[in-house]
């Protein structure tokens, strides 16, 4: 008792001890057996047997297969509203799904991904509104956080991609951590196109500041802002951004917790907290006028144990399409985490 007294005082998660006098819950027990685990359980079982079952055919005659590791699926569900600058209010329903597997029975004969993460995305990029299609390929090192991928998107008409990679991590001190990041990329659907990026973090006590700039080139962009500088009745008539865009983004926040996430650091808003609040700056434009700015307010929390949260974010949008006349939105939902390993730290 003593020891956990300690414990406490010092933050220090403490391991719970139920009835039976362990620290693992029996299968009967009626706080970790509801129909909300239950359902939660049959979901993640339903869809980790997909990915398992899809692995163990990969395993070579005769050799015994390695064991497929947990797999990782968020489901959210979302409403926005939108006040734009005209007042004239609207309602948003968004859905959006994630999914990370590893897999290295196929990964002995080639290096296989599977995810709906976007790699030509800015960070500050809202993960709802974005390019969620799914990608399936492969990936291979060379040097030191050096790598290169090449795969497609899963759709009627499949796309494809490939993308080089530099991305290290480096630590200055205790609290500071610095993350840049260069990348080409071509897609059929965007063409060729290329980011840069750095990230600056300082994580003290739950307390975080993360700072952000970033530059991005597309040619699919560079075409878009072409036709739009020769339309007489475009905002952008007569100025042609050629395809570049700068981003920065500032976010302060408390967060007591984290989504386990090996990228985090990079990421620059609610998708990599699990509990906390954080109000983020975020502004765009090309190389002559700034196009964008945001700010946002966002609180996250558990609403049921770590498979359940809740999220609010209100924020003021600025647009160069309205002359900077300031715009309203209220983004709220839930998420369901489904993974296999522990979803929080």
């Given at each position: 008792?003593?020891?956990?007294?300690?414990?406490m005082e010092k933050n220090i998660p403490v391991e719970?001890?139920?009835?039976?006098?362990?620290?693992?819950c029996s299968p009967d027990c009626p706080i970790c057996?509801?129909?909300?685990?239950?359902?939660?359980?049959?979901?993640?079982?339903?869809?980790?047997?997909?990915?398992?079952?899809?692995?163990?055919?990969?395993?070579?005659?005769?050799?015994?297969?390695?064991?497929?590791?947990?797999?990782?699926?968020?489901?959210?569900?979302?409403?926005q509203v939108e006040l734009d600058a005209e007042r004239?209010?609207?309602?948003?329903?968004?859905?959006?799904?994630?999914?990370?597997?590893?897999?290295?029975?196929?990964?002995?004969?080639?290096?296989?991904?599977?995810?709906?993460?976007?790699?030509?995305?800015?960070?500050?990029?809202?993960?709802?509104?974005?390019?969620?299609?799914?990608?399936?390929?492969?990936?291979?090192?060379?040097?030191?956080?050096?790598?290169?991928?090449?795969?497609?998107?899963?759709?009627?008409?499949?796309?494809?991609?490939?993308?080089?990679?530099?991305?290290?991590?480096?630590?200055?001190?205790?609290?500071?951590?610095?993350?840049?990041?260069?990348?080409?990329?071509?897609?059929?659907?965007?063409?060729?196109?290329?980011?840069?990026?750095?990230?600056?973090?300082?994580?003290?006590?739950?307390?975080?500041?993360?700072?952000?700039?970033?530059?991005?080139?597309?040619?699919?962009?560079?075409?878009?802002?072409?036709?739009?500088?020769?339309?007489?009745?475009?905002?952008?008539?007569?100025?042609?951004?050629?395809?570049?865009?700068?981003?920065?983004?500032?976010?302060?926040?408390?967060?007591?917790?984290?989504?386990?996430?090996?990228?985090?650091?990079?990421?620059?808003?609610?998708?990599?907290?699990?509990?906390?609040?954080?109000?983020?700056?975020?502004?765009?434009?090309?190389?002559?006028?700034?196009?964008?700015?945001?700010?946002?307010?966002?609180?996250?929390?558990?609403?049921?144990?770590?498979?359940?949260?809740?999220?609010?974010?209100?924020?003021?949008?600025?647009?160069?399409?309205?002359?900077?006349?300031?715009?309203?939105?209220?983004?709220?939902?839930?998420?369901?985490?489904?993974?296999?390993?522990?979803?929080?730290?």
């Amino acid at each position: 008792m003593a020891d956990t007294a300690l414990q406490m005082e010092k933050n220090i998660p403490v391991e719970p001890v139920f009835a039976n006098g362990t620290t693992e819950c029996s299968p009967d027990c009626p706080i970790c057996n509801t129909w909300l685990d239950r359902f939660h359980r049959w979901l993640y079982g339903s869809c980790h047997a997909v990915v398992e079952h899809f692995d163990q055919n990969f395993v070579p005659e005769g050799k015994e297969g390695y064991p497929t590791p947990p797999s990782r699926f968020r489901l959210g569900i979302f409403n926005q509203v939108e006040l734009d600058a005209e007042r004239d209010v609207e309602w948003a329903p968004l859905a959006d799904f994630d999914v990370r597997v590893d897999l290295p029975n196929v990964s002995r004969r080639f290096s296989l991904f599977l995810s709906t993460e976007d790699p030509t995305a800015l960070p500050g990029d809202d993960p709802i509104e974005g390019d969620k299609d799914l990608r399936v390929g492969a990936n291979r090192g060379f040097l030191r956080h050096l790598d290169f991928s090449v795969g497609a998107k899963v759709r009627k008409d499949p796309e494809l991609f490939s993308y080089l990679q530099w991305a290290p991590a480096w630590r200055k001190d205790r609290n500071w951590k610095l993350y840049p990041k260069l990348k080409g990329f071509w897609e059929s659907d965007e063409e060729f196109g290329g980011i840069s990026s750095i990230a600056i973090g300082r994580w003290r006590k739950n307390h975080h500041f993360r700072q952000t700039f970033s530059l991005k080139w597309s040619e699919y962009q560079a075409e878009k802002d072409e036709s739009r500088a020769e339309d007489p009745e475009d905002v952008q008539f007569g100025d042609d951004a050629q395809g570049y865009r700068w981003r920065s983004n500032s976010l302060f926040g408390y967060f007591p917790e984290l989504m386990e996430s090996e990228d985090y650091g990079r990421r620059v808003g609610e998708g990599d907290v699990a509990k906390g609040l954080g109000l983020r700056f975020f502004v765009q434009g090309s190389f002559d006028e700034i196009l964008e700015g945001r700010v946002t307010l966002f609180g996250k929390h558990p609403i049921y144990k770590k498979k359940l949260y809740a999220l609010v974010a209100p924020e003021v949008v600025f647009h160069d399409d309205d002359d900077f006349e300031a715009s309203y939105n209220v983004k709220f939902g839930i998420e369901l985490y489904m993974w296999g390993d522990d979803p929080a730290r």
